[in-house]
């Protein structure tokens, strides 16, 4: 059986009384996960470190395990002919753009960034960043994408 202690009451610098734990209001708004990033943001970082081992996986076995000594343009428009190597890229490619550009959004949120409308600035920044690189990266797949072979 556990005893259970309340935290000893503090006392205000401002005046003599004594004031109690923090309400919870005052609480939510410091939690690390409301104000520096979001659940969502969270879960789609872990996902796309998982769908990015995939990836890495897929890529690394099929280009220097399976084809040493073969890595010429004719041989990786070849693989990307392919619809699974194919998506296997754009999947990876927009895997690579959230985590990396997520993870950096959450360093400088975390040491940086504390007021409401920087945080928000700065995400919609990162935000049409990562759809211009996405489409530069479709553009570069895109002979590929709609099978017109090699480019």
Known sequence: MSVETAAPPRQSRR???VQGPPSSARM????????????????FQRITA??????????LISTHILAIGQLDFGNIADRLGS????VTD??????????????ARMVVLD???????????FTVVLWLVGVGVFGYGLWAL??????QGHP
């Open 15 to 17: 005046s003599n009384t």
């Open 28 to 43: 939510s708004q410091t939690t690390l996960g409301q104000s520096a990033g979001g659940v969502w943001a969270w879960l």
């Open 50 to 59: 998982v769908v990015l081992l995939y990836g890495m996986a897929v890529h």
């Open 83 to 86: 619809t699974f190597f194919t």
């Open 90 to 103: 754009v999947v990876l490619l927009a895997a690579v753009l959230y985590h990396a550009l997520n993870g």
């Open 111 to 121: 040491y940086w960034l504390a007021g409401r409308t920087g945080r928000l600035t």
């Open 142 to 147: 895109w002979p590929w994408i709609t099978q």
